[in-house]
């Protein structure tokens, strides 16, 4: 069968969510009253139950997605993305997750730092986060493609950056990004501007901003291609709804999300804006 048949939902009676996570207790434990919710709505439908299936990686959740195993998928924009162009899955919502709409990237550097603008970092070395991540990735390296900034990949925080480049290095967790900014590992870094700013006060008072990308949703629900669209239907109408009712909003409250909305300006032109930066980063794979 091929993604594009309608297919029932998982086995016909069971909901399935995925998650790519390392704390997998942890996960299931946040996401199941959701699974649960959304089952009891979808009852007659012929849904009898939810469950949560957690990946080690994304190119596990591809082949799950892929293979029907899992029904919904929800994170940043640049994984959505990811996820939509290997299987045929389709973004439906937006999802605020703590409360966030959307959000931006962030350049930072140490606050007596000589680089004070995007143009300051030709020559230097930018530690992003990891090659999955929207604003750890994304975003920024999008952002210094369209300002015609030649960013390279770097394996070590200690390779050479040209004078006509910008060379960055990916550090895998934002923390580490902002602990080699703040030790002189790397002369500047990258993380979303909610990251920035929880970071404690006196972290903050040693960096500046420097540059900011523009905002992108924070994340997405991803529905598998095939699902009927009268299940699509009810699953964008179950969870705008949560919001409406004490189990749902404690459902919520558990899965870190505050709503789930349409896309502001529309699916067809956000999404275009999206897909426009991933497959400009795609050039540098």
């Given at each position: 069968?091929?993604?594009?048949?309608?297919?029932?939902?998982?086995?016909?009676?069971?909901?399935?969510?995925?998650?790519?996570?390392?704390?997998?207790?942890?996960?299931?434990?946040?996401?199941?009253?959701?699974?649960?919710?959304?089952?009891?709505?979808?009852?007659?439908?012929?849904?009898?139950?939810?469950?949560?299936?957690?990946?080690?990686?994304?190119?596990?959740?591809?082949?799950?997605?892929?293979?029907?195993?899992?029904?919904?998928?929800?994170?940043?924009?640049?994984?959505?993305?990811?996820?939509?162009?290997?299987?045929?899955?389709?973004?439906?919502?937006?999802?605020?997750?703590?409360?966030?709409?959307?959000?931006?990237?962030?350049?930072?550097?140490?606050?007596?730092?000589?680089?004070?603008?995007?143009?300051?970092?030709?020559?230097?070395?930018?530690?992003?986060?990891?090659?999955?991540?929207?604003?750890?990735?994304?975003?920024?390296?999008?952002?210094?493609?369209?300002?015609?900034?030649?960013?390279?990949?770097?394996?070590?925080?200690?390779?050479?950056?040209?004078?006509?480049?910008?060379?960055?290095?990916?550090?895998?967790?934002?923390?580490?990004?902002?602990?080699?900014?703040?030790?002189?590992?790397?002369?500047?870094?990258?993380?979303?501007?909610?990251?920035?700013?929880?970071?404690?006060?006196?972290?903050?008072?040693?960096?500046?901003?420097?540059?900011?990308?523009?905002?992108?949703?924070?994340?997405?629900?991803?529905?598998?291609?095939?699902?009927?669209?009268?299940?699509?239907?009810?699953?964008?109408?179950?969870?705008?709804?949560?919001?409406?009712?004490?189990?749902?909003?404690?459902?919520?409250?558990?899965?870190?999300?505050?709503?789930?909305?349409?896309?502001?300006?529309?699916?067809?032109?956000?999404?275009?804006?999206?897909?426009?930066?991933?497959?400009?980063?795609?050039?540098e794979q």
């Open positions: 069968m091929t993604p594009e048949e309608p297919t029932a939902v998982s086995d016909g009676r069971t909901l399935v969510l995925g998650d790519i996570s390392d704390e997998a207790i942890e996960t299931i434990r946040g996401t199941q009253p959701t699974a649960d919710y959304l089952a009891a709505q979808l009852a007659d439908m012929g849904i009898t139950g939810g469950t949560v299936k957690i990946a080690p990686d994304l190119d596990t959740m591809v082949q799950w997605m892929q293979d029907g195993e899992v029904d919904l998928y929800f994170d940043s924009p640049y994984p959505v993305l990811v996820i939509s162009d290997e299987t045929g899955a389709t973004p439906i919502l937006r999802r605020f997750r703590f409360g966030v709409p959307e959000y931006h990237s962030v350049f930072f550097v140490p606050v007596d730092s000589e680089i004070n603008s995007l143009e300051d970092l030709r020559g230097r070395l930018v530690a992003f986060e990891e090659a999955f991540s929207t604003s750890g990735y994304m975003l920024p390296l999008s952002f210094l493609m369209e300002q015609q900034m030649n960013p390279v990949l770097k394996s070590t925080p200690e390779s050479e950056v040209a004078a006509d480049e910008v060379g960055y290095v990916f550090s895998t967790a934002d923390n580490t990004t902002v602990q080699w900014v703040v030790s002189g590992v790397v002369p500047a870094g990258v993380v979303d501007n909610v990251t920035f700013s929880r970071l404690p006060e006196d972290t903050q008072a040693q960096l500046k901003i420097v540059a900011r990308t523009e905002d992108v949703p924070r994340q997405m629900v991803l529905v598998r291609a095939g699902m009927e669209a009268d299940m699509v239907a009810a699953i964008r109408e179950a969870l705008m709804g949560m919001e409406e009712s004490e189990e749902g909003r404690a459902a919520l409250e558990l899965f870190q999300t505050t709503e789930f909305a349409e896309f502001e300006e529309g699916a067809e032109i956000e999404l275009a804006r999206m897909r426009q930066l991933y497959e400009l980063v795609q050039v």
